[in-house]
């Protein structure tokens, strides 16, 4: 039975993860910020233990990770989902979009795996999955402070898996292209079609298309890949 942490953990790709781990019998703890009555449902349905945090902020991701870790007493898999997004010029940007984004998908990353790393580092063993997007490999127009921090996400995946190797701990990062989640419900059907019609299969995402790549980087089938960066992009990005 492995220990999994998730963040964002309550809708879209996180809650998916939630069912698929609680599924195997692991036990699951995960952490979101606002979607109270979603993350009291799912932890209903699958037993998982919850968090309300946000991780934006070090100390509240510090608590809200600490408090999972302690009741899963440790953490085996690090899934950092947690991520928002903001269609929006560049020229109308404010300082707050630009950091509540960096804050959000690439600070809490970062303040949520240092937490989780302590308890990696005891055990020699760990596994660290990063959310990122096809948007942080080739660039969105009018996303320009969300694709950066997808491709933070891209450097902070190779350089900690070249520090954590030697410790038993891989770190890969999974970049999705449009699935069909909550995120992505702001997008009209046109918008939608269009996406579609570039995507090589000719298809968009489904969520399950994703857990199977998170699936395959928490086993043991991935323990010699690591530092690696996996589209999931129906060839999008390519």
């Known amino acids: 039975m492995n220990r999994v942490l998730i963040t964002g953990g309550a809708r879209g790709i996180g809650a998916a993860a939630v069912r698929f781990f609680a599924a ?6 995960f952490i979101y910020r606002s979607s ?4 009291e449902k799912l ?7 919850a968090v309300k945090g946000d991780i934006s902020d070090a100390a509240d991701a510090q608590r809200a990770a600490e408090r999972c870790i302690s009741v899963l007493g440790g953490v085996d898999i690090l899934i950092n989902n947690a991520g928002i997004a903001q269609i929006k ?6 300082d707050d979009d630009w950091r509540k984004m960096l804050d959000t998908n690439l600070s809490g990353a970062f303040y949520v ?14 596994r660290i999955i990063n959310i990122g997007s096809k948007w942080g490999k080739c660039g969105a127009s009018c996303e320009v402070h969300y ?15 070249k520090e954590l190797g030697p410790s038993g701990i891989t770190v890969n990062c999974i970049e999705p292209g449009v699935i ?14 269009e996406l579609r019609d570039e995507t090589p299969v000719g298809r968009l995402g ?17 323990s010699f890949v690591t530092g690696q960066i996996l589209g999931v992009d129906g060839g999008y990005a390519i």
């Open 24 to 29: 195997k019998g692991d036990a699951v703890a």
């Open 36 to 39: 109270d009555e979603a993350a």
């Open 43 to 49: 932890c209903r349905e699958t037993g998982a233990f």
């Open 89 to 94: 010029l560049f020229d109308t940007l404010t």
């Open 113 to 126: 795996t240092r937490a989780a790393v302590v308890e990696m580092l005891k055990a020699h063993y760990g």
């Open 147 to 161: 694709s950066a921090s997808k491709a933070g996400l891209r450097g902070f995946t190779m350089s900690l898996a």
């Open 180 to 193: 069909s989640t909550e995120m992505n419900s702001c997008l009209d059907h046109q918008a939608l079609a």
């Open 206 to 222: 489904e969520t399950t298309d994703v857990i199977n790549a998170i699936d395959f980087f928490a086993s043991e089938r991935s």
